[in-house]
């Protein structure tokens, strides 16, 4: 509060309000409005997508896995188009072509040293480098390696339980 001599009142600044307010706004206008970009730019939602995609994908191999055999679902992988999700055979994670090149599966040979060394029977990564990538083990899941393929975001998947094992196939 100040006060002044000259006619004895006082008064209070209000600028430094004002000046707290405003910042406050523009802060909460910059989170609301540009998450989206923020998380972009970092890398992190495109990950966090496609690890939540995979879990859930888990949780429904694992449910189809405790049903009767020949029993299957659908999944659709919801994580950005700029991402791919590989299964293949553990054992032999061979590369396997098709015509739509987003499917095609041809790993190099870090990739397969590091899949021969863990057991990973999947594999995701963004954009065309592979080897940036990262592994993950789906319980009960065994893909015939004549059926090893790749998946981006949005792509639907039939998950069918062989009996012992469960397959993965896109529709």
Request: with cysteine.
């Amino acid at each position: 509060m100040l006060c002044s001599g000259f006619n004895g009142r006082c008064y209070m600044d209000t600028s430094l309000v004002f000046g707290i307010i405003f910042t406050i706004i523009v802060m909460a206008a910059l989170l609301v409005f540009g998450w989206d970009q923020i998380a972009n730019l970092f890398g992190f939602g495109g990950d966090a997508q496609t690890l939540r995609s995979i879990d859930n994908l888990n949780k429904k191999i694992d449910f189809i896995y405790r049903n009767a055999e020949g029993s299957r679902t659908e999944f659709t992988l919801a994580f950005p188009k700029e991402y791919k999700l590989c299964f293949f055979n553990s054992s032999n994670p061979a590369p396997k072509f098709y015509s739509d090149r987003s499917r095609t599966w041809n790993p190099d040979q870090t990739v397969k040293f590091r899949i021969n060394q863990s057991g990973y029977n999947s594999w995701y990564y963004r954009g065309e480098d592979d080897a940036g990538g990262h592994g993950y083990n789906f319980g009960y899941l065994d893909i015939p390696t004549e059926k090893n393929f790749c998946a981006i975001g949005g792509t639907k998947l039939s998950v069918i339980n062989r009996g012992y094992t469960v397959e993965v196939e896109p529709i």
